[in-house]
């Protein structure tokens, strides 16, 4: 349901409705025209007896009415017997009544009782063709005509509600476009459109206001991240040329020492994921054809040396180059593997094969910190760059998956 389109559902509901519209409309009209014409028939068959009642009055002999399909007779003993089956050989029990029955006359017959003065009542006897009373009794020529005209109606609606609704749901539809091909690390909107429907400009102008304050955090957030990660280099600059020259100095770091370059590597790790992750200017840089196995030995054998003895590290590559700009990469790559160093256990087991990188390790059993900062920061720099990114653990084994 989620899937359905709007425009769909107005028109069907819109097209239901019609229906039912059409249906009740053919019905309703019907009816009426049949209750109309057999009223019709009814007046006809009481003036035929009102005349016949003044004409008793002037003469009690006088000739009854009589022509070809009406007949008026004076009593019920004077109805013909086949006139009697109109109502099965009853009197009418009503004072004025139209009883229809089929008889083996094709013609419908219509018996009406009309109290006079005396003890003999007159009865209006009439025969009438059956396809004036239309459909339900003849050919129903006048239904046809009507549903014909009611599905044309019906059709023409349709096609104006669906040009209406296209009119309606174009700013909607301009909308989704711009949003879908919105470049979120700009937030850039332009100018908002003016709206013929007062309602689509209300819910424009809250996008627009939403989405512009977005733009203003997402900047504060770059300038913060490009402020405090440019502080954070300088002290980390010092510290390592001081271990440098300590190191040069002794030869060999002591592991206090050696700890603390250690940490101090993986601030400027942290620093510079953070830098990428403040700027903006990465679409207009060109990308370069890398080495990706290359690239993936070289980073395995810099952290070589902080692989502790809970863990083993084995690394599988095939030749692949990839077209990319290199620091993101060689960030994502140090990222992932120092993460994995610092909180996995067991067999630690990165595979690159064509532009995928997979690493797995164990889950230590007293890793109560999670996997640490260094997926969150790989995770937004994937996003960043397009990147897929995937992250699942099952069985105390911890799955990383990335492809450029």
Same mark, same amino acid.
């Given at each position: 349901?989620?899937?359905?389109?709007?425009?769909?559902?107005?028109?069907?509901?819109?097209?239901?409705?019609?229906?039912?519209?059409?249906?009740? *409309?053919?019905?309703?009209?019907?009816?009426?025209?049949?209750?109309?014409?057999?009223?019709?028939?009814?007046?006809?068959?009481?003036?035929?007896?009102?005349?016949?009642?003044?004409?008793?009055?002037?003469?009690?002999?006088?000739?009854?009415?009589?022509?070809?399909?009406?007949?008026?007779?004076?009593?019920?003993?004077?109805?013909?017997?086949?006139?009697?089956?109109?109502?099965?050989?009853?009197?009418?029990?009503?004072?004025?009544?139209?009883?229809?029955?089929?008889?083996?006359?094709?013609?419908?017959?219509?018996?009406?009782?009309?109290?006079?003065?005396?003890?003999?009542?007159?009865?209006?006897?009439?025969?009438?063709?059956?396809?004036?009373?239309?459909?339900?009794?003849?050919?129903?020529?006048?239904?046809?005509?009507?549903?014909?005209?009611?599905?044309?109606?019906?059709?023409?609606?349709?096609?104006?509600?669906?040009?209406?609704?296209?009119?309606?749901?174009?700013?909607?539809?301009?909308?989704?476009?711009?949003?879908?091909?919105?470049?979120?690390?700009?937030?850039?909107?332009?100018?908002?459109?003016?709206?013929?429907?007062?309602?689509?400009?209300?819910?424009?102008?809250?996008?627009?206001?939403?989405?512009?304050?977005?733009?203003?955090?997402?900047?504060?957030?770059?300038?913060?991240?490009?402020?405090?990660?440019?502080?954070?280099?300088?002290?980390?600059?010092?510290?390592?040329?001081?271990?440098?020259?300590?190191?040069?100095?002794?030869?060999?770091?002591?592991?206090?020492?050696?700890?603390?370059?250690?940490?101090?590597?993986?601030?400027?790790?942290?620093?510079?994921?953070?830098?990428?992750?403040?700027?903006?200017?990465?679409? *207009?840089?060109?990308?370069?054809?890398?080495?990706?196995?290359?690239?993936?030995?070289?980073?395995?054998?810099?952290?070589?040396?902080?692989?502790?003895?809970?863990?083993?590290?084995?690394?599988?590559?095939?030749?692949?180059?990839?077209?990319?700009?290199?620091?993101?990469?060689?960030?994502?790559?140090?990222?992932?593997?120092?993460?994995?160093?610092?909180?996995?256990?067991?067999?630690?087991?990165?595979?690159?094969?064509?532009?995928?990188?997979?690493?797995?390790?164990?889950?230590?059993?007293?890793?109560?910190?999670?996997?640490?900062?260094?997926?969150?920061?790989?995770?937004?720099?994937?996003?960043?760059?397009?990147?897929?990114?995937?992250?699942?653990?099952?069985?105390?084994?911890?799955?990383?998956?990335?492809?450029?």
């Amino acid at each position: 349901m989620n899937n359905l389109s709007l425009r769909t559902s107005f028109m069907a509901t819109a097209a239901l409705l019609l229906l039912l519209v059409v249906v009740a *409309n053919l019905w309703i009209t019907n009816t009426l025209v049949n209750d109309g014409r057999l009223s019709a028939q009814e007046a006809l068959m009481r003036h035929a007896a009102e005349r016949s009642q003044q004409a008793l009055r002037l003469n009690p002999d006088a000739e009854l009415l009589n022509t070809e399909n009406l007949h008026v007779y004076r009593g019920w003993h004077s109805l013909p017997p086949t006139v009697r089956l109109i109502t099965g050989n009853q009197r009418p029990d009503d004072t004025l009544t139209m009883l229809l029955n089929d008889t083996e006359d094709p013609r419908i017959g219509a018996l009406m009782r009309y109290p006079v003065d005396g003890d003999k009542d007159l009865y209006v006897h009439l025969y009438f063709d059956p396809q004036l009373l239309g459909s339900n009794l003849g050919s129903g020529r006048l239904l046809w005509t009507q549903l014909l005209l009611n599905l044309t109606t019906f059709v023409l609606i349709l096609l104006i509600g669906w040009f209406l609704s296209a009119q309606v749901l174009k700013p909607i539809r301009a909308m989704s476009r711009q949003l879908r091909y919105l470049n979120w690390h700009d937030l850039d909107l332009g100018q908002p459109p003016r709206l013929r429907y007062r309602e689509l400009q209300t819910v424009y102008d809250a996008l627009f206001s939403s989405v512009s304050q977005l733009k203003q955090q997402q900047q504060k957030e770059a300038q913060f991240l490009r402020y405090a990660s440019h502080e954070l280099r300088s002290p980390i600059a010092v510290m390592q040329s001081s271990l440098e020259l300590e190191q040069r100095r002794h030869g060999e770091l002591t592991p206090p020492l050696q700890r603390a370059q250690d940490a101090s590597e993986e601030m400027q790790a942290v620093v510079d994921t953070l830098l990428w992750l403040g700027r903006t200017d990465h679409l *207009n840089m060109t990308a370069e054809p890398i080495r990706l196995d290359q690239l993936v030995q070289t980073t395995v054998a810099s952290h070589q040396r902080i692989v502790s003895p809970r863990v083993s590290l084995r690394c599988h590559t095939s030749p692949y180059t990839l077209t990319a700009i290199r620091p993101p990469v060689q960030i994502l790559l140090n990222n992932l593997l120092r993460n994995s160093l610092e909180h996995g256990s067991g067999e630690i087991q990165l595979r690159q094969k064509d532009n995928r990188i997979t690493l797995s390790n164990g889950i230590a059993a007293n890793n109560q910190q999670g996997f640490g900062l260094g997926l969150m920061l790989v995770q937004q720099l994937a996003g960043q760059f397009g990147w897929h990114y995937h992250v699942r653990s099952e069985a105390g084994i911890h799955h990383v998956e990335v492809r450029f």
